[in-house]
C-alpha cells in the first residue's frame, strides 16, 4: 500500500535509533535513551527554594545538559512579529563579530530581501571581521525556481570566507521515495526545524517563526531575546557549527557538496553510517567540559553575581539519537506539585501517545491547552489536500477532547481555541503556576510542538527557563495572557458546529498519517 511504502524510511530511521540504545554520563550531562530510566518520582517541592531563590526541584534539568544561570534583567520577551523582525533587521546591522542563523527557510519576499540587505551592511561594514554562518533545510531552501539558495548566493560569491551556508539533508530522504514525492511533500519525511537567531551575544529564540514575510506580520508566535548572554550564546553558535557540519555546503555555483570535514552523502552513502557519525558528533559537542564548566560553577555565580534565572538548553533529534527534550519535558510534566497551572500551546495540537498519556494520567497539575481553530490553521484554505490539513487537526483534537470527557478530566483539562481575524497561530511552548502563584516561573520556548513530528522526525532545540525574576516573570505572564485573550473555551457543542463536519476520509487518512504532523 502507498502509505506503508511512504513510512518505510521513517520508521527505518526510528529502529536504527535502538543502535544508541545506552545512557552514558560524562561530564554532568547525560543523554537519555528511547526507553526511559524510571524516574517518574517526585523530587524535593519545587516550591522550596535555595539561596538564590531558584525552585531546586528543577534542578534535575542538569542531569540532562548544561544550565547557564543569567540575570533574568537580560531577558526580554517580544509580543509581535512586526518587534521580531525589526529586531533581527537591527542586531543583524549592528553585528561585529557573528551572525549564526538556524531557520527552516528564508522567503523571496520583499520584507526577506530587506533581511538579507542587514546582513550585508554588517558585512560591508566590518570589512573582514563579521563571519556568517547560516543553516536551512535542503527541502524547503531549494523549493521553486527563487528559492532561500538564490536569496543567499550574493552573500556566498561577494564575501568568500566570511559566509557559510549549509542546508541539512536528512538520510531518510533518498532513492524512490525522494523522486517519488512531490516537491512540497518530501518535507514530511524528516528536516531541521531549529529556530536560532544569534548576532555577536545576543541570541534570539522563537517557537516556530520562519524567516518567511507572513511570519513578520500576521503570524502568531513567540520571541524570546537573551542580551549579553556569552556563554549561552556560544552553546548556540557551536550547535549550529555542529549541524552544519553534516551537512550539505552551498557553493557559489549553487551546487551542494558535503563539508570538507564529512564524507558521508545523506542521500547517497550509508544512512546508518550517516546517522551515526552524526550522533557522535552531537556527542561530542553535548559533553563538552566548557559547558560542564558552567554548570559546575552555576552557584558561584547564582550566589555573587546576582544571578536568577536558569537557562536549559534542550534538544531533540531522536533520527540522530538525541532525546534531551522529550525526556525533561515528559519528568516536568509529572514533576510538578499538586495544584501547579500548566498553560500549554500548540500550533498544530497532535500530543504523542506518551505526553497524552501523561497528561491525563499522570500529571497531577491543572492543563489550560491551547491549539489553533481552524481558521488560523496555516493551511486553511490551501489548494488540494493541503486544505484538508486543518480537518485532520480538528480530527485529533475532537479525539483529544473525547477522551478528556470519557475520563471525567473536564475541570482539569481544559481546552482553548485560538482565533484571532486575518492572523494564523503558530505558538508552542509552555508556562508553569506554580500553586498559590499568579506569575510564572517555568517556560519551555523553542521549535518543539509536543507532537508526532517534533518527538520523532525533525531537529529540534528550545529552552527550560527557569527563573524567580520579577520583571521576567511578568513578561512571560503579559504574553501569556495575550495569546489566551483570543481563545474560546472548547466544548461539545465546538464539536457540532457544521463547519466543524470532518468528512470521513479525512478521519480515515489521519489514522494513517498522524505521525507526519
Not at 557540519?245 to 552513502?269: A, C, I, R, Y
Not at 497528561?359 to 491551547?370: G, N, T, Y
Not at 518543539?448 to 516573570?473: C, M
Not at 483570543?486 to 476520509?505: A, C, G, H, N
Amino acid at each position: 500500500m502507498l502509505h506503508s511504502r511512504i513510512l518505510q524510511p521513517l520508521v527505518f530511521n526510528c529502529f536504527q535509533t535502538f543502535r544508541f540504545k545506552y545512557r552514558f554520563t560524562l561530564s554532568s550531562i547525560t543523554l537519555c535513551s528511547i526507553h526511559l530510566p524510571v524516574f517518574f518520582t517526585t523530587t524535593s517541592n519545587p516550591l522550596h527554594k535555595q539561596k538564590d531563590g531558584l525552585p531546586t526541584g528543577c534542578k534535575w534539568m542538569s542531569d540532562f545538559g548544561p544550565s547557564f544561570h543569567i540575570s533574568g534583567d537580560n531577558v526580554e520577551v517580544l509580543c509581535q512579529p512586526s518587534e521580531f523582525y525589526e529586531r533581527l533587521k537591527e542586531l543583524a546591522r549592528k553585528a561585529k563579530e557573528r551572525v549564526t542563523i538556524a531557520s527552516l527557510y528564508i522567503g523571496t519576499g520583499i520584507l526577506e530581501e530587506k533581511l538579507v540587505s542587514s546582513l550585508q551592511t554588517a558585512l560591508t561594514n566590518t570589512g573582514c571581521e563579521v563571519k556568517i554562518q547560516v543553516l536551512l533545510d535542503v527541502t524547503r531552501g531549494s523549493r521553486g525556481v527563487k528559492n532561500s539558495r538564490m536569496l543567499l548566493l550574493p552573500l556566498i560569491q561577494d564575501f568568500p570566507g566570511q559566509v557559510q551556508v549549509s542546508l541539512y539533508h536528512s538520510p531518510a530522504l533518498r532513492g524512490w521515495i525522494k523522486k517519488m514525492l512531490p516537491e512540497r511533500w518530501n518535507e514530511v519525511i524528516s528536516l531541521t526545524h531549529l529556530k536560532i537567531y544569534l548576532f555577536d551575544n545576543t541570541l534570539v529564540l522563537n517557537s516556530r517563526a520562519n524567516l518567511s514575510d507572513n511570519y513578520f506580520t500576521m503570524r502568531q508566535d513567540r520571541y524570546v531575546v537573551f542580551h549579553n548572554c556569552d556563554a549561552l550564546a556560544d552553546y548556540f553558535h557551536n550547535l549550529i557549527q555542529t549541524v552544519s557540519s553534516f551537512s550539505l555546503q552551498l557553493m557559489p555555483d549553487d551546487t551542494l557538496s558535503l563539508h570538507p570535514n564529512w564524507s558521508v552523502h545523506p542521500e547517497k552513502g550509508d544512512p546508518c553510517q550517516f546517522s551515526q557519525e552524526a550522533y557522535q558528533r552531537l556527542s561530542k559537542f553535548l559533553c563538552n567540559k566548557s559547558y560542564s564548566l558552567v554548570t559546575n560553577t552555576s552557584s558561584h555565580f547564582a550566589t555573587n553575581y546576582e544571578s536568577d534565572t536558569v537557562v536549559y538548553p534542550l534538544l531533540q533529534m531522536y533520527p540522530l539519537g538525541v532525546y534531551q527534550d522529550e525526556c525533561v519535558t515528559e519528568r516536568l510534566l509529572v514533576t510538578v506539585p499538586s495544584g501547579s497551572i500548566i498553560k500549554l500551546a500548540s500550533g498544530y495540537f497532535n500530543l504523542t501517545e506518551k505526553y497524552e498519556e501523561i497528561i491525563l494520567q499522570s500529571s497531577p497539575a491543572e492543563f489550560d491547552l491551547l491549539v489553533a481553530s481552524p481558521k488560523v490553521n496555516g493551511f486553511y484554505g490551501a489548494k488540494g489536500i493541503s486544505g484538508a490539513i486543518p480537518d485532520a487537526y480538528t480530527y485529533i483534537a475532537k479525539k483529544f477532547y473525547e477522551r478528556v470527557r470519557h475520563e471525567h478530566q473536564e475541570r482539569r483539562i481544559r481546552l482553548h481555541e485560538y482565533e484571532q481575524e486575518n492572523w494564523t497561530f503558530h505558538v508552542k511552548g509552555l508556562w508553569v503556576y506554580y500553586p498559590g502563584e499568579s506569575l510564572p516561573s517555568v517556560t519551555l520556548i523553542g521549535s518543539p510542538n509536543f507532537g508526532y513530528r517534533s518527538v520523532y522526525r525533525d531537529l529540534e532545540a528550545q529552552v527550560a527557563i527557569i527563573t524567580r525574576n520579577e520583571n521576567l516573570r511578568k513578561q512571560l505572564h503579559k504574553e501569556q495572557q495575550n495569546l489566551y485573550q483570543y481563545t474560546s473555551l472548547v466544548d461539545q457543542q465546538t464539536f457540532e458546529k457544521p463547519d466543524r463536519q470532518i468528512p470521513l476520509w479525512v478521519k480515515i487518512v489521519t489514522k494513517f498519517i498522524k505521525t507526519y504532523f
